[in-house]
């Protein structure tokens, strides 16, 4: 297994347009979660899964913020409308449930111009 | 909520100094990871500590939890210019689920 991975790994778009980002997660951990990171913070929690069901949100998540995890594998994060305040490093990491660690994959920078 | 602070935040030295980052709560830790991020990448878990009093070590590395599981620290020898990056505590997960991060230190190992 190679980690979790992430998809692009930069994204530049308008102010408006609808980006989406997809994450593979260690293929036996069951948990996924989502971060976001701003430069000089650390990741901030946006929201998580447990195979298929998303079980809980940050109310940093708007309602331009979409995530979804159909099958129990891979997830994917939508922004829509976004906007420049949305810029940031998008950051995923799985687990296995139960488990004090998560493994991070590399991230997807988006710019919002 | 239980919140981190990490200190320094950020810290500039010459190869071959050694260094030490604390990493502290008001509230008491279930566990603690440090992690190390280069810019442009994702955080990379170095190490997981649990036990009040536990020392662990990495290489040049030496991390240490509080006998009250309230403060970490890291300690790194003889730095080297590949030791540059963030630095960052969390702790949860688990049946947290989600990790409470630091801010993190922000550290330049000059050659």
């Known amino acids: 297994d190679t980690g979790v991975s992430q998809d692009p790994r930069h994204k530049i778009t308008k102010r408006g347009q609808n980006v989406t980002f997809r994450c593979d997660p260690i293929?036996?951990?069951?948990?996924l979660y989502w971060y976001r990171q701003t430069l000089g913070q650390g990741p901030e929690f946006l929201t998580y899964?447990?195979?298929?069901?998303?079980?809980?949100k940050s109310r940093l998540l708007s309602d331009r913020f979409s995530a979804e995890r159909p099958k129990g594998s891979f997830s994917t994060l939508e922004i829509q409308r976004t906007e420049q305040g949305d810029s940031a490093m998008y950051l995923c990491?799985?687990?296995?449930?139960?488990?004090?660690?998560?493994?991070f994959g590399p991230g997807t920078r988006l710019t919002v111009l | 909520t239980q919140l981190l602070e990490q200190s320094p935040q950020f810290l500039s030295i010459q190869e071959g100094e050694n260094l030490t980052v604390y990493c502290n709560s008001s509230s008491v830790f279930s566990s603690l990871q440090w992690y190390r991020q280069e810019p442009g990448e994702g955080p990379v878990l170095l190490v997981t500590v649990v036990t009040g009093g536990e020392v662990k070590k990495l290489k040049r590395l030496t991390f240490q939890f509080g006998d009250a599981r309230k403060d970490s620290s890291l300690h790194i020898t003889a730095a080297q210019p590949g030791d540059t990056g963030l630095y960052l505590c969390?702790?949860?997960?688990?049946?947290?689920?989600?990790?409470?991060w630091g801010l993190g230190t922000s550290l330049a190992v000059n050659p």
């Open positions: 969390a702790s949860g997960g688990g049946n947290n689920r989600k990790l409470i």
């Open positions: 293929s036996e951990h069951n948990r």
């Open positions: 990491a799985s687990s296995q449930s139960g488990g004090n660690e998560q493994f």
């Open positions: 899964f447990q195979n298929e069901a998303q079980l809980e």
